[in-house]
């Protein structure tokens, strides 16, 4: 396993990301597909195996159970504190990112985790209720006081990513090193102006649905799995675009082919191709982590990447709200 650092923090992470959103307990309200108890400490014990040291996680994943089932998996393995990088993200919560919000989710979040300290703290989505620099001074604090080690934002627009930058760069409190946007090969709208910010800033990106909720990996657009049948977040992203996107699909499968690879193998090459840091796979069986984690050992040709990205066309916006 290949580990990099995290924008300016002292964050070392191996080259992907054990996905939170695979874990926790199933239910109407947020997901059917999800792993319990067990199944999460299985995987997050084969991951570890594997090297990686990195989990991502949110407050809100299947009501919270997400980080309850982490936080056991790590202490009930007997995994060190110190050899893990804990993430998690705070706003799909009452307040949103208010002072008042963040400071109650942060001691929520630690809590369902077992731990005192977070690795890295992000920001789940753009709060428009709430003052940037209200955000940011709460975040900063959290930082000053041990709580948490670095900083990320997930989706947003570029304007907004860039302007919370700017209130912590004028204000001396710590900007993000982190971005965990939308971004695979089925959807690249972030190209235009949220990605080119990230890395004026030095940002890591760190990017969700690597694998475009398993589009990616597999030449029928859907697999017949549990979480292809029942994944109505990912059905309503991808599904509108099918017709279209089905074609990108083929073409990952040719270079698989070519390459005597997996598809979900060639989908994350582009993607190191493209300067990511760690994708976030919320795999569900041990044989798909397996083979994600070998993606980064594939470095494709030019012709490969343009080959891959020729057929994209303009997609509506998935993430920002």
Not at 192 to 221: D, M, N
Not at 250 to 262: D, I, M, P, T
């Amino acid at each position: 396993m290949e580990y990099v650092k995290l924008g300016n923090s002292d964050l070392n992470v191996s080259r992907i990301a054990v996905g939170g959103m695979s874990f926790g307990k199933p239910s109407e309200q947020f997901h059917l597909w999800t792993l319990e108890a067990d199944e999460t400490k299985e995987m997050i014990s084969f991951a570890y195996d594997l090297g990686v040291n990195f989990i991502d996680t949110a407050n809100q994943y299947s009501g919270g159970t997400s980080e309850e089932y982490i936080g056991r998996a790590i202490r009930e393995l007997g995994i060190p504190r110190d050899k893990i990088i804990l993430a998690s993200k705070v706003y799909f919560n009452e307040g949103r990112l208010s002072r008042k919000a963040i400071q109650r989710e942060i001691e929520g979040t630690l809590n369902r985790l077992g731990t005192d300290y977070l690795d890295l703290y992000q920001i789940h989505r753009f709060d428009y209720d709430t003052p940037i620099e209200e955000t940011m001074e709460t975040l900063n604090e959290l930082v000053v006081s041990g709580k948490v080690r670095a900083l990320g934002a997930s989706a947003m627009y570029g304007y907004q990513f860039h302007n919370m930058q700017i209130a912590a760069e004028q204000n001396g409190w710590r900007k993000f090193d982190t971005l965990q946007n939308h971004y695979n090969l089925l959807y690249r709208e972030d190209e235009r102006e949220l990605i080119p910010v990230a890395k004026q800033y030095g940002v890591s990106l760190i990017p969700y649905s690597p694998l475009a909720g398993g589009h990616l990996s597999h030449l029928k657009w859907l697999s017949g799995s549990k979480r292809s049948s029942l994944d109505r977040m990912s059905a309503a992203k991808y599904n509108p675009t099918m017709d279209q996107d089905i074609l990108i699909v083929n073409r990952v499968g040719e270079l698989a082919e070519k390459y005597n690879v997996s598809m979900a193998a060639v989908s994350l090459a582009w993607l190191y191709a493209k300067g990511v840091s760690a994708p976030i796979v919320g795999a569900t069986k041990k044989e798909h982590f397996a083979d994600a984690c070998t993606a980064y050992t594939l470095k494709l040709e030019a012709e490969d990447i343009a080959y891959l990205e020729e057929l994209y066309l303009p997609h509506k916006v998935q993430g920002a709200r």
